[in-house]
């Protein structure tokens, strides 16, 4: 299989120093329309002329330029001719290779610090207000301009905040531009992208689509190809990208594990069939599994229970497939995976392992499907995908959809999953949900798990009689990658609407309550 995270973009390099705002920085790239791509700062000056960038971003680091072991970098890149912008660490080993001189001066500089523009800013910070507010997260200072370099910006302690040569096409600033808390950072990389290294913004939702689609063709041919439907944003949207550009070789699988929210498997059958106009075939699985998680409790054995059973269910369509069109002299070679950009650099891999096999996100299937995958979100972001899947029309409740765990309602119900307790679970979880939407709540909260404590029942009152109800937990959560979380500061008002309404319109809740804590201690999930 090709390379899918080269694509006809000529990338920008965001060589990586080990800090953790390397992949923002290639995000921010992204966001001025320019296409990025990681790398370790391992990488040789041949390696990079084989990439053929149109720019270079040396990203932060942890450590200082002079200790044992800092990140190395080779050198001989600032001879490429190639446009490069160092940031924070980046902008120390610049200033170290081009003759320039960095020191501890003893001064920390650590968040919000003024920064103040010398010389008209140069090219990458001309026309912004002289004094600023950057982020700075540093040790060692520049203390010395390399050569030929002019200086372009100071701090209270540090003389050489920025600095670069419009000759030489090199730049750098000691701040990270690309956090927001920096009041003109974007700007800053813009400048880099669009004035010092000529890229056009090109890198749009539009222009991806038709080169994803041409790849696809020729990669497909006239084979058919499976994909897997899990009612979230990354399966819909490799799904419609790949039937934009094949039609009907693809059929797209969705299977009902009985797990699913209200309104989620008509969301699918329906309103992305409609917007798509994808061929969907649904499995209708949830009397096995629901038999098979029949008098289970614990959350692993849940877990290994629903994973299993779907690969039972797709397995079984993928082999009637697979049958019907050897049956009609046609092959079925292909398996669309929704493997994102984030997914690809944490499995330290570029090019795609050609099997699927090795892959175990759908998991182990039969020897003899030997499928290749098509993974046309591998070289994207979500922010990136979600952009994708509106541009093809997908609709907004799909696009916009929180994170949801593949084994669904199964791990919100903490006890044994049963079809009525389902049921109980379905109606309070769609009740929180349409209430969080209704109070512009969606892009606040990450994800907000709603939980059946299917094994405890408490005392409550109503009218005149006496309850003795189940408990729902809401868990509310504010995080960017699920890693780490807060518990979202939800209005009062808002919890009392959803807390009104469960108990009264699911009669077998007497009592809502709100989980606190953050994560860790608590994951998001209950189970
Ligand atoms: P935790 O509970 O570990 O969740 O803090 C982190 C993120 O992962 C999701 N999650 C799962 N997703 N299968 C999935 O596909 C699972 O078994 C699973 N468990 C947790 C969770 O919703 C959150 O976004």
Not at 54 to 66: H, N, Q
Not at 207 to 214: C, D, L, M, S, Y
Not at 268 to 277: K, L, N, Q
Not at 313 to 337: I, M, N, Y
Request: hydrophobic share 40%.
């Amino acid at each position: 299989m090709t390379d899918q995270t080269s694509t006809e973009h000529r990338p920008v390099l965001v060589v990586d120093f080990g800090a953790q705002y390397a992949q923002l920085i290639a995000r921010r790239v992204r966001e001025a329309g320019v296409y990025s791509e990681l790398v370790p700062h391992t990488i040789t000056a041949a390696e990079v002329e084989a990439k053929r960038p149109l720019g270079i971003v040396l990203s932060g680091g942890p450590s200082s330029v002079y200790e044992e072991g800092a990140p190395a970098f080779d050198d001989s890149v600032f001879d490429l001719g190639i446009p490069v912008l160092g940031i924070c660490y980046g902008f120390q080993v610049m200033a170290r290779a081009l003759g320039g001189t960095v020191g501890n001066t003893g001064d920390r500089e650590y968040g919000a610090t003024g920064a103040t523009l010398v010389g008209g800013g140069g090219a990458i910070l001309g026309g912004q207000p002289e004094a600023q507010n950057v982020w700075m997260s540093h040790g060692d200072a520049v203390q010395q301009a390399p050569e030929g370099f002019e200086v372009y910006a100071r701090t209270a302690v540090t003389p050489v905040a920025a600095f670069g040569s419009a000759e030489k096409k090199l730049y750098g600033v000691q701040w990270h531009p690309e956090v927001k808390h920096s009041d003109h950072g974007q700007r800053v990389l813009e400048n880099f992208l669009h004035h010092v290294a000529g890229i056009p913004a090109d890198w749009t939702a539009g222009n991806v689509i038709a080169e994803q689609i041409e790849r696809i063709r020729e990669q497909v041919g006239d084979a058919r190809v499976i994909s897997a439907l899990s009612g979230g944003v990354d399966s819909a949207v490799s799904t419609a990208l790949v039937h934009e550009a094949i039609g009907d070789q693809l059929t797209a699988v969705f299977v009902d594990h009985g797990l699913l929210r209200k309104g989620e498997r008509e969301q699918v059958e329906r309103d992305y069939v409609a917007s798509t106009g994808v061929k969907l075939i649904t499995v209708d699985a949830a009397d096995i599994f629901l038999g098979h998680l029949a008098g289970v409790t614990d959350p692993e054995e849940k877990r290994k229970i629903i994973g299993r059973e779907f690969i039972r269910a797709f397995e079984q369509v993928q082999l009637d497939l697979v049958a019907e069109a050897k049956a009609s002299g046609e092959k079925v070679k292909f398996l669309v995976q929704g493997t994102l950009y984030p997914d690809v650099v944490e499995s330290g891999g570029g090019a795609g392992t050609a099997n699927i096999k090795s892959h175990h996100n759908v998991g182990g299937l039969p020897e003899d499907l030997d499928f290749e995958l098509i993974e046309p979100l591998r070289a994207l972001f979500k922010d990136e995908v979600r952009a994708i899947g509106r541009e093809l029309g997908i609709p907004e409740a799909i696009v916009g959809r929180q994170p949801f765990p593949g084994p669904g309602l199964g791990i919100r119900i903490v006890g044994e999953v049963t079809r009525e307790r389902l049921d109980v679970l379905r109606e309070a979880d769609a009740i929180a949900r349409e209430e969080l939407t209704a109070a512009g709540l969606d892009q606040t909260i990450w994800q907000c798990p709603v939980v059946l404590l299917a094994d405890v029942r408490s005392v409550g009152v109503q009218g005149d009689g006496r309850t003795y109800g189940h408990p729902i937990v809401l868990r509310p959560v504010s995080s960017e990658d699920a890693m780490t979380a807060d518990w979202t500061r939800v209005p009062y008002e808002v919890l009392a609407k959803i807390s009104n309404r469960i108990t009264n319109q699911v009669p077998e809740v007497n009592r809502v309550v709100l989980d606190v804590t953050s994560k860790p201690p608590g994951t998001i999930e209950w189970e």
